[in-house]
């Protein structure tokens, strides 16, 4: 009986063994055909290509073949399966043999490092902010040829060697989105212009049971807008690589010092919401769009968001953050993600065709609210029209060069959990110092 | 394959058996380890082609920088949580040993959190916490006790014992089955002796329930160690390590440093260093416990 239960054990335990082992050599084999055959695929396309380049090196006037399938990552996961398809269905009507497919990637910067790493990145994405200038030549292929050159507004920022290796996907001015209803409601007739203006009208939104300014303070990134300000006073578009070569870069009085003081003069003088621990991204524009908050210090990307959460476009206005009380009007234009090719894309003429396509018709830039980065194209949001027709001083923030991301890098230092610092600590002083101190430490340490 | 004689049948069956496990084991294990082991003695950034060697300078960084030994502190309030949470483990799991009406409908309720995903309860857990419109801040407003409402997930000094109770809360009911487990293993003839030569229920606690489990406490207390050591899944879905970093763990500080700041280099070998206080705290545990038995 024993036996017997133990030989059919065996006999069942022999026979899963020999299943799942056919099944993992199966496997194998599936995969085996399959990449075999995308292999052949690719092979096949960039026969094709080389045919097509061939072609065009032999006889001028022919373009080079705009086909197959070129693959487009974004941050956006909010759009990739609306505004971001028709882009998509557009390019394909455009070239039919073109297809683009579009990857949404949450956590975008990780992921795509990772890809970077393990030469899987996407044949068009955006690269990461954190990617030294002197890497792209590793990964991006130059884009030069693409004959944007002259008409494109931060051209040098993603520049190694001399060539273009990303294109801006638009630029946000910094300043104030704020709902017109809930300043008329407290009582304000004209848009601040003085330092004193903002508190006085924060001061009458508060009495009006308005909760002045929205910072969003427990997500952090939300706080960027101070480190953006400290360009301003700073009067200088290069911060952040003047700071490199500094040892103590956060003196009291400078530049970071005077943003955040007004940040904190809101915090303390209860100009922002009760409990900045609880605040809420995605609410705060609900409260925005709905007049129970009345501002924001953003870019002005986030006016068209605020009008998708209800607001009437007309209500919402966007004005620079006075820095001071001499009422001069300053604002700094900061450019979004770049765009870059794959060295090693499979169809580089067809993933250049779409990135061109992305830049000059598709729109993009006026749907996300950015400026374009076309020098020859209006923007098309009406608030920054009229914030622009004020013609305020503008900088144009420059990239931050690989000396100034190594010390960061190091140092771990983000802006915006640098200001959470200086508003939640008991001193601004000492935490300046702390950072002072982290900052010439890092320096050291990677030789700068 | 009949021709072959019993020892050689019994090498085929063992090796084929145990081919396919140790071959994920060093593919997804082994492997990623020494791998890993490797990269600490690198400055790779996460995606460059070139990974430069720089010796033991990451290792030193770690234990000179204060800010990164820092956190452990946090990781101690789970280790608080953890231990009140086998204590009530155990008495939960006495009580619901005993005979008492209901007593699977209470097994199965305590044991319902541990099921669930943990970044479910995170959420659920926000939702609680929150200061504002939280249910937990309704609860104390309803029955008179304003005073008592914090900003639970923005207060410094609160943040972390509020991310302690949620583990603690999710962990429980697992600890509790395990002891029930253990003490359902315990021969009742001893009970019932013990009972006749006049034992209290105290007394049957300390000198015949405890020693038959210190087995599984200490199993328990190891994973609850290593458990405080790892923790990441709350903090990085409620927090993000905030306010101003004070609910930062040793991982979250580890997932930073890789992923936000580039620095695999050193990301690694915070999680030597990790790996290796695990293996430490372990080793000390087994010395002290075991002392005497062997």
Same mark, same amino acid.
């Given at each position: 009986?024993?036996?017997? /239960? ?5 006999? *069942? ?14 496997? @194998? ?140 996907? @638009?630029?946000?001015?910094? @300043? ?69 070569? /500094?040892?103590? %870069? ?37 409260? *925005? ?12 990307? =986030?006016?068209? /968001? ?15 953050? %006075? ?7 300053? =604002? ?45 194209? /209006? ?14 001083? =503008? ?35 000492? *935490? ?14 990677? @030789?700068? | ?48 082609? &070139? ?121 429980? !009911? ?6 029930? !487990? ?6 009742? &003839? ?80 915070? !999680? ?19 002392? !005497?038995?062997?």
């Amino acid at each position: 009986m024993k036996k017997k /239960q133990l030989l059919s054990t065996m006999a *069942v335990l022999g026979l899963a063994m020999s299943m799942t082992a056919g099944c993992g050599s199966n496997n @194998g084999n599936n995969d085996g055909t399959a990449a075999s055959n995308n292999k052949a695929t690719n092979a096949a396309a960039t026969n094709d290509n080389a045919a097509a380049t061939n072609a065009v090196a032999s006889e001028e006037p022919a373009a080079p073949k705009i086909a197959g399938k070129v693959v487009f990552t974004t941050n956006r996961t909010d759009l990739v399966d609306t505004e971001l398809k028709n882009y998509a269905d557009k390019f394909h009507e455009k070239y039919p043999d073109a297809t683009v497919e579009i990857e949404a990637i949450k956590d975008y910067d990780q992921t795509t490092k990772i890809r970077m790493a393990s030469n899987e990145l996407a044949d068009i994405s955006l690269i990461p902010g954190t990617v030294k200038n002197s890497d792209l030549p590793n990964f991006y292929m130059p884009l030069d040829d693409l004959g944007l050159n002259d008409r494109i507004y931060f051209k040098d920022n993603r520049s190694q060697d001399g060539k273009l290796y990303g294109i801006s996907s @638009g630029s946000a001015a910094m @300043g104030v989105t704020y709902n017109k209803k809930a300043f008329a409601t407290a009582g304000i007739t004209a848009v601040p212009k003085t330092l004193d203006e903002l508190f006085a009208a924060a001061e009458k939104l508060k009495a009006a049971g308005i909760i002045p300014l929205a910072t969003n303070f427990k997500d952090k990134w939300p706080l960027y807008g101070w480190d953006q300000e400290a360009f301003i006073f700073a009067n200088d578009p290069a911060l952040h690589n003047t700071m490199a070569t /500094q040892d103590e %870069p956060f003196a009291v009085d400078g530049p970071h010092w005077q943003a955040f003081s007004i940040l904190k003069k809101m915090v303390d003088s209860g100009y922002v919401e009760k409990d900045l621990m609880s605040t809420n991204w995605e609410g705060s524009k609900k409260d *925005v769009a709905s007049g129970k908050i009345a501002m924001f210090l953003l870019g002005n990307w =986030v006016v068209p /968001q605020v009008v998708d959460n209800g607001a009437a476009a007309e209500d919402v206005g966007f004005f620079p953050l %006075p820095l001071d009380n001499s009422g001069e009007a300053k =604002v700094i234009l900061a450019s979004d993600y770049y765009y870059g090719i794959d060295k090693n894309s499979d169809n580089p003429d067809t993933a250049k065709a779409f990135l061109k396509f992305l830049i000059e018709e598709s729109g993009y830039d006026d749907y996300a609210g950015f400026i374009p980065v076309l020098k020859d194209k /209006q923007p098309k949001l009406a608030q920054l029209n009229e914030f622009m027709a004020t013609n305020p001083k =503008v900088i144009e923030m420059a990239a931050e060069n690989d000396d100034y991301l190594a010390i960061a890098n190091k140092m771990q230092f983000d802006t915006s959990a640098f200001a959470q610092d200086a508003i939640m600590g008991k001193d601004m002083k000492t *935490v300046f110092e702390s950072y002072n101190k982290k900052w010439k430490d890092a320096k050291a340490a990677v @030789g700068k | 394959m009949f021709a072959m004689s019993y020892k050689v049948q019994r090498y085929v069956i063992l090796f084929s058996f145990l081919t396919l496990p140790l071959l994920l084991l060093a593919v997804f294990s082994f492997y990623p380890a020494v791998y890993l082991a490797w990269l600490s003695f690198t400055s790779w950034d996460g995606y460059s082609p &070139d990974k430069a060697w720089v010796g033991f300078s990451n290792y030193k960084e770690i234990f000179t920088n204060a800010d990164i030994f820092k956190v452990l502190s946090h990781n101690f309030v789970y280790f608080i949580g953890g231990i009140v949470q086998n204590i009530l483990a155990l008495i939960f799991a006495v009580l619901l040993n005993s005979r008492l009406r209901g007593r699977n409908t209470f097994r199965a309720l305590l044991f319902l959190p541990y099921i669930m995903n943990s970044v479910a309860i995170a959420y659920m857990f926000t939702y609680v916490y929150d200061a504002q419109n939280g249910s937990l801040n309704a609860l104390l407003t309803s029955v008179g006790l304003e005073s008592w409402i914090k900003s639970w997930l923005g207060d410094a000094g609160i943040v972390n014992y509020s991310l302690a109770f949620i583990s603690m809360w999710k962990f429980m !009911g697992f600890n509790m089955v395990i002891y029930l !487990g253990a003490l359902q293993s315990i021969p009742g &003839d001893l009970y019932e002796a013990a009972k006749i030569d006049g034992a209290g229920p105290f007394q049957s606690f300390f000198y015949i329930t405890w020693p038959s489990i210190i087995k599984i406490v200490e199993l328990s207390m190891l994973l609850t160690v290593s458990g405080a050591l790892e923790v990441f899944d709350l903090p990085f879905v409620m927090t993000k390590g905030g306010p101003a970093g004070a609910s930062q763990t040793f991982v979250t500080q580890t997932v930073e440093t890789a992923f936000n700041f580039s620095n695999y280099g050193l990301a690694s070998a915070m !999680g030597m260093v990790l790996l290796l206080i695990v293996v430490l705290v372990i080793f000390i545990q087994r010395k002290l416990i075991l002392r !005497g038995e062997e």
